[in-house]
């Protein structure tokens, strides 16, 4: 089965304050926007690409992204693939994907572009890394 995807850039939502911290509350006010015009479209997986993200995000700053994108469900079917740098941002990511699979939607954390596309693409969830 073809499911379709949304890509989420990272430059799209976050917002950082003067500090270079990030501006938690705009930036999820933003992606609640973003959301919601993506629910119009249909019905699609959402791909977060964080790679080109720098400055001061913590564990929490990414979990509450997350659970943003989770206040929103309807705008999607029921993954979150984060694609993250393969340094500190990833190990965030992957404290993510353990955190956040909750309230019927899954999130797993990758490097590779192909393989979140193909994970987003797949009938299953987690069981198809293994398979």
């Known amino acids: ?3 379709n995807y949304k890509i989420i850039q990272a430059r799209d939502f976050i917002k950082a304050k003067p500090t270079g911290e990030i501006d938690l509350d705009e930036s999820k006010k933003l992606l609640g926007q973003l959301a919601k015009m993506e ?3 249909g019905d699609h997986e959402i791909l977060m690409d ?3 993200t720098y400055g001061h995000m913590d564990h929490a700053d990414l979990f509450e992204l997350v659970l943003e ?3 929103h469900k309807e705008a999607f079917r029921s993954k979150i693939a984060v694609i993250a740098r393969d340094d500190e941002q990833f190990n965030k990511a992957v404290f993510l994907e353990m955190c956040a699979n909750i309230d019927r939607f899954t999130v797993m954390a990758f490097t590779d572009f192909e393989k979140a596309t193909n994970w987003l ?3 299953e969830g987690i069981q198809d890394l293994w398979a």
Request: proline content about 0%; aromatic content about 0%; glycine content about 6%.
């Open 1 to 3: 089965m073809r499911v």
């Open 39 to 41: 629910q119009i479209i």
């Open 50 to 52: 964080l790679r080109e």
């Open 69 to 71: 994108l989770g206040r």
């Open 121 to 123: 693409q797949s009938s």
